[in-house]
């Protein structure tokens, strides 16, 4: 996420090794968001990303193309030779280009051009070109919407903070799919469609889950005991990852403010960017 704070890749004239003019000013336009040109490039991209994406999605319905098949395909294979262009542009203007492909947006760049050429070998692999949508996030880096990546981070950290506790209830989850799915296994029976354990299992996660396909169910008194009690587990267990993840995010926003004093009313806990105080609007010490 490091182009959403600050392009790291940005060429500044007082490095060390100097770099050519024209390498700096194409750089200031592909990576730049304060520059005009920059917005403008931004702007350009995202409208292209938008509709090389809707290509692909038109693609998949029969009735569109049909009629349209071809010129779609042109269209696609238009986009996907710009942004091609593009992507060279960004290697070329940088001063690292491996840190470049290397990074998140690097890597979601290439992976955006490559379907359209593998589709060549394999067919509908162009399908995969819906992963362009992610570039969608420079928005943020255009409209100076910073404040949210740090929203993002302390949702990203609370998951962290409390993937050992998700892990062991995932855990705990598996454990009684597969016990569950056994015993309708051996309840049921391959009569009443449940004709393996895998299957079995299948039908226990959809039970669990509360989603209820219906392509499966249990006929007998006993099999059908066993669902209602599923059915009831699966509600019960929803509010665990829940509780969890709430209260490591509390954790998360708590750690974010600091210990100032205010010398109004003597309170601390404020944020860590907070100039006044949350109580009393008296101004916080620096």
């Known amino acids: 996420m490091d182009e959403l704070r600050t392009s790291k890749f940005h060429v500044l004239k007082s490095d060390t090794e100097p770099m050519a003019q024209w390498r700096i000013t194409l750089n200031d336009v592909i990576f730049g968001a304060e520059s005009k040109p920059g917005k403008t490039f931004d702007i350009i991209l995202i409208i292209a990303i938008l509709l090389s994406v809707s290509a692909v999605i038109l693609e998949s319905i029969v009735s569109i193309n049909t009629p349209l098949g071809k010129n779609l395909y042109i269209v696609e294979w238009v986009f996907t030779i710009a942004f091609t262009v593009e992507y060279g542009l960004r290697l070329v203007c940088v001063r690292h280009p491996l840190k470049y492909a290397l990074?998140?947006?690097?890597?979601?760049d290439l992976l955006s051009i490559i379907p359209t050429y593998l589709s060549l070998l394999v067919p509908g692999a162009n399908s995969l070109l819906v992963i362009r949508i992610f570039r969608i996030l420079r928005v943020f880096r255009i409209l100076k919407l910073f404040h949210y990546i740090r929203e993002a981070e302390t949702l990203a950290e609370a998951m962290v903070a409390g993937r050992r506790k998700?892990?062991?209830?995932l855990y705990f989850i598996c454990t009684l799919v597969v016990v569950f799915g056994c015993v309708m296994y051996l309840v049921e029976g391959s009569v009443n469609g449940f004709t393996s354990i895998p299957r079995s299992i299948y039908w226990a996660i959809?039970?669990?889950?509360?989603?209820?396909y219906g392509d499966l169910t249990p006929t007998t008194a006993f099999g059908q005991l066993i669902a209602s009690m599923m059915m009831i587990i699966g509600y019960a267990v929803i509010a665990v990852p829940t509780g969890i993840y709430t209260a490591e995010l509390s954790k998360a926003i708590v750690r974010k403010r600091d210990v100032r004093?205010?010398?109004?009313?003597g309170k601390n806990g404020h944020e860590v960017e907070s100039d006044y105080c949350r109580y009393c609007g008296e101004k916080l010490p620096e």
Not at 261 to 265: M, P, Q
């Open 103 to 108: 990074s998140f947006y690097g890597l979601i």
């Open 166 to 169: 998700i892990i062991v209830f």
């Open 206 to 212: 959809v039970t669990m889950t509360t989603v209820g």
């Open 261 to 265: 004093g205010c010398v109004g009313c």
